[in-house]
């Protein structure tokens, strides 16, 4: 089985930055591609940023220029760099993996979130 792993979040004041990981593990394993949501309370779960086997990035516009998605293929790891943090950027992160257990069946993970909260 694979698991997600997050870690990165917390408490920054307006204007800063954080960098959030998120770290695929397991055996027999191949990954499509990575992203970021996040759920603010009372909301649904919005895309914030993918970036799929290719390399190539997609943002949601309430982000771009401010946020870099990024991947170490070698680590199965995603990264979410947040830069100009705004209080409306604070919800819970959640890392999303898509690929296929070799051999086997696709499959779609969601890690356990990590809060981030953008406040002075």
């Known amino acids: 089985q694979v698991q997600l792993v997050e870690s990165g979040g917390g408490l920054v004041q307006p204007g800063g930055s954080l960098r959030l990981s998120c770290a695929a593990s397991?055996?027999?394993?191949?990954?499509?591609?990575m992203g970021w949501y996040r759920q603010a309370p009372g909301k649904r779960r919005e895309l914030v940023a993918t970036i799929p086997s290719d390399g190539s990035t997609n943002y949601a516009d309430s982000v771009k220029g401010r946020f870099t998605i990024s991947k170490d293929n070698a680590k199965n790891t995603v990264y979410l760099q947040m830069n100009s943090l705004k209080p409306e950027d604070t919800a819970v992160y959640f890392c999303?993996?898509?690929?296929?257990?070799?051999?086997?069946?696709?499959?779609?993970?969601w890690g356990q979130g990590t809060q981030v909260t953008v406040s002075s």
């Open positions: 999303n993996a898509n690929g296929v257990y070799i051999p086997g069946s696709y499959f779609s993970l």
């Open positions: 397991g055996s027999s394993f191949s990954i499509y591609d």
